[in-house]
């Protein structure tokens, strides 16, 4: 078994994709409600505007307590002094962004079965996701939907911290957390909402 840093649990975390206000007004109601971990995440955008968000969001979360990561590119985000990089099954591996990319110090990894969740045990990773939990229209073409009892199995299995993802709101997060998951990521509720920082502050009440 790797674990490659003694991350902690850390509740909440955003992934800003499109958010209705801009990115850096989102990311800046993220660090002012202590949310720990604010993901960019924009795909298909040009990578000149993907670079241009990275900075800006890197300048919000600069000196504050919440890490910036990016998604997919760990290039782009080491560019963009990111904190880390959160890859997907078919992304570069966890070793390999270790050895191109070692200011890299935060390393995420998504999964969407208990299989890769046990392949997860030897990288050199920080945390994994788990998801979908529920359908969501995010991705172009979406993982099988697990479910919160399948989801609380995945995150029972985690060597290192495990992120629900998927279709979590108000709504939906009571049953994740009921199935034992510690941490959460929300996209849609916050980042579709006029007043991110009032949306964050009812799901982490809802968390508490």
Request: hydrophobic content about 45%; some cysteine.
């Amino acid at each position: 078994m790797v674990i490659y840093s003694p991350m902690k649990d850390f509740g909440f975390y955003l992934v800003i994709t499109n958010p209705v206000v801009g990115y850096a007004r989102c990311a800046e109601a993220a660090v002012r409600a202590g949310v720990r971990i604010v993901q960019l995440r924009m795909k298909h955008a040009a990578r000149e505007d993907i670079l241009r968000e990275a900075r800006e969001m890197r300048r919000v979360t600069r000196g504050t307590d919440t890490l910036f990561i990016v998604n997919d590119d760990p290039a782009l985000a080491a560019e963009a002094e990111a904190d880390g990089v959160h890859v997907g099954q078919d992304d570069m591996s966890p070793a390999e962004v270790r050895a191109k990319f070692p200011q890299l110090k935060v390393v995420g990894l998504s999964t969407h079965n208990l299989d890769q969740v046990r392949a997860s045990w030897d990288q050199p990773i920080d945390y994994i996701g788990v998801g979908p939990v529920y359908a969501t229209p995010t991705k172009d073409i979406p993982d099988p939907t697990l479910g919160p009892e399948m989801a609380g199995r995945m995150i029972a299995a985690a060597r290192v911290p495990a992120v629900a993802i998927g279709g979590i709101n108000a709504e939906t997060l009571p049953p994740v957390l009921a199935a034992g998951a510690r941490n959460f990521a929300v996209v849609r509720a916050v980042c579709q909402s006029q007043d991110p920082y009032s949306a964050i502050r009812a799901l982490m009440e809802n968390h508490a």
